[in-house]
């Protein structure tokens, strides 16, 4: 199947500062990325859909300003989370879809942001 | 607004019984997709149904999509233990996006 990364897989910050997270697709171009946030335990809700070139479509209760989603070029999409807080620390899990909207979406392998 | 709800939410089998999970859907889903997701893990796509009374195998998995495509079920026949994990079931809506709405997902346990 095909690959989608994400980097980085974990990371740590203080609370207040921003963190992006990056998400590609290795071998295929992405018209349509998803964002994840996945608390533990729980199932996987939808933060925000990217096409490539326009503007992300959050869910609602979504902040869009502190959840900046851009996804520049067809292989790529980043999450940038400005101002983190501790509850903010989750798992986020990016998927990238090819064509057509019946496609299978491929997920990367996750960053687990974490918050003090 | 659209959920997708699966139960059991968990399910402690031993070794060799069967397991099923089922998944509603509030809405008409245009297709469903499963997804299986080991402990620490991303989730990993199973299979997808699109037609209406859709039935497909993979070896000791059954997965079937309702007549009115507003559910889906997963049946594992004899389970082993490397079918430990959460399995979810993703619909997707039928406008705007194509979105998919993940359901909240069956933990599996299986004792040897």
């Known amino acids: 199947g095909a690959v989608v990364s994400q980097h980085p897989s974990w990371v740590i910050c203080k609370s207040g500062t921003s963190v992006k997270i990056e998400c590609r697709s290795l071998?295929?171009?992405?018209?349509?990325m998803f964002w994840y946030r996945q608390f533990p335990k729980q199932s996987l809700m939808l933060m925000a859909t990217?096409?490539?070139?326009?503007?992300?479509?959050?869910e609602q209760g979504v902040e869009k300003d502190k959840f900046l989603i851009n996804h520049a070029s067809l292989t790529l999409s980043t999450l940038t989370v400005t101002s983190a807080h501790p509850e903010d620390s989750s798992f986020y899990i990016c998927s990238a879809r090819q064509g057509s909207s019946y496609n299978e979406q491929f997920f990367g392998p996750g960053t687990r942001l974490t918050v003090l | 607004g659209q959920q997708v709800m699966q139960i059991p939410q968990y399910q402690h089998v031993q070794e060799g019984e069967d397991f099923t999970t089922y998944c509603n859907s509030s809405?008409?889903?245009?297709?469903i997709q499963w997804y299986k997701q080991r402990p620490g893990g991303h989730p990993v796509f199973l299979i997808q149904l699109v037609k209406s009374g859709e039935v497909k195998k993979q070896k000791r998995l059954t997965f079937q999509f309702g007549e009115a495509k507003k559910n889906s079920s997963l049946h594992i026949t004899a389970t082993q233990t490397t079918d430990v994990g959460t399995y979810f079931c993703a619909g997707q809506i039928t406008s705007g996006t194509y979105k998919y709405i993940f359901g909240t997902g069956t933990r599996l346990k299986v004792l040897a």
């Open positions: 071998d295929f171009q992405a018209t349509t």
């Open positions: 990217s096409n490539e070139g326009s503007k992300a479509t959050y």
């Open positions: 809405t008409t889903l245009s297709n």
